[in-house]
T-cell receptor, first 115, second 111 residues
Framework: DTAVSQTPKYLVTQMGNDKSIKCEQNLGHDTMYWYKQDSKKFLKIMFSYNNKELIINETVPNRFSPKSPDKAHLNLHINSLELGDSAVYFC??????????????FGAGTRLSVL | GQQLNQSPQSMFIQEGEDVSMNCTSSSIFNTWLWYKQDPGEGPVLLIALYKAGELTSNGRLTAQFGITRKDSFLNISASIPSDVGIYFCAGQQFNTDKLIFGTGTRLQVFP
C-alpha cells in the first residue's frame, strides 16, 4: 500500500480553469503538507495542516485553497490557473512528537501543466 | 523565501567513486535531514540528524550535523548506478514544523 498517495499524477489544463489535487496518507500521521517544486527543482512549502487545522500558510496566491476534511486527507484546489502555476506539487505527511514534526514522507507528486 | 545552499550543484562521477556534498545556511537549525529524489518520484528520506556534531550512517551513506548547526554534509561511498538522482538537504528550526530545503545536488553515475 502506498503511504502517501496523490491523484492525479499528471494534470494538463487550460489557463483560467479551476482544478483540484487530492492527497491521502495511510500512515496515521496528524500533519500534512503541500509543496511546490519548480522547473529548477526548488522545493518550497505552501501549506501545512495539523489535525485539520492550518498551521503553515506561506505567501501563496489566494487562488490556492487547501482543504482538510480529516487528518488523513489534504486536498489542494486551484482557481483561475495561470501559466506560472505549472510545476510539480508534492503532498507530504508527518507525525508530531511533542511540539514538532520533522520526518516528512512524500507522495510521488502531481505534475501540473497549464497551457 | 529562505533556502539552504547546496554544493556542488551537480556531479558526474564514475561508478565506484566516493561522493561528498554539503549544505550551508546563515541560520541555525535544530534538525538536518537528507532526502533523495528519483526522476518522477517524491523525495525519500535517507538520514536524519538531531544533534550538533552527530555523525550518522545508513549503509554506504554517512551524514554529519555541523558543530555550528549551520551546515551538514553527506558522503556516499563506492557509488553505484542506482545512486543517480537529486539529493536534497533540509533543515528544521526550533519551534516550527516548517522544513527549509536546499537547492539540490544532481548526481550522475557512469558505469
Amino acid at each position: 500500500d502506498t503511504a502517501v498517495s496523490q491523484t492525479p499524477k499528471y494534470l494538463v489544463t487550460q489557463m483560467g480553469n479551476d482544478k483540484s489535487i487530492k492527497c491521502e496518507q495511510n500512515l496515521g500521521h496528524d500533519t500534512m503538507y503541500w509543496y511546490k517544486q519548480d522547473s529548477k527543482k526548488f522545493l518550497k512549502i505552501m501549506f501545512s495542516y495539523n489535525n485539520k487545522e492550518l498551521i503553515i500558510n506561506e505567501t501563496v496566491p489566494n487562488r490556492f485553497s487547501p482543504k482538510s476534511p480529516d487528518k488523513a486527507h489534504l486536498n489542494l484546489h486551484i482557481n483561475s490557473l495561470e501559466l506560472g502555476d505549472s510545476a510539480v506539487y508534492f503532498c507530504a505527511s508527518s507525525q508530531r512528537q511533542g511540539s514538532l514534526s520533522h520526518i516528512q514522507y512524500f507522495g510521488a507528486g502531481t505534475r501540473l501543466s497549464v497551457l | 523565501g529562505q533556502q539552504l545552499n547546496q554544493s556542488p550543484q551537480s556531479m558526474f562521477i564514475q561508478e565506484g567513486e566516493d561522493v561528498s556534498m554539503n549544505c550551508t545556511s546563515s541560520s541555525i537549525f535544530n534538525t538536518w535531514l537528507w532526502y533523495k529524489q528519483d526522476p518522477g518520484e517524491g523525495p525519500v528520506l535517507l538520514i536524519a540528524l538531531y544533534k550538533a556534531g552527530e555523525l550518522t550512517s545508513n549503509g554506504r551513506l554517512t551524514a554529519q550535523f555541523g558543530i555550528t548547526r549551520k551546515d551538514s554534509f553527506l558522503n556516499i561511498s563506492a557509488s553505484i548506478p542506482s545512486d543517480v538522482g537529486i539529493y536534497f538537504c533540509a533543515g528544521q528550526q526550533f519551534n516550527t514544523d516548517k522544513l527549509i530545503f536546499g537547492t539540490g545536488t544532481r548526481l550522475q553515475v557512469f558505469p
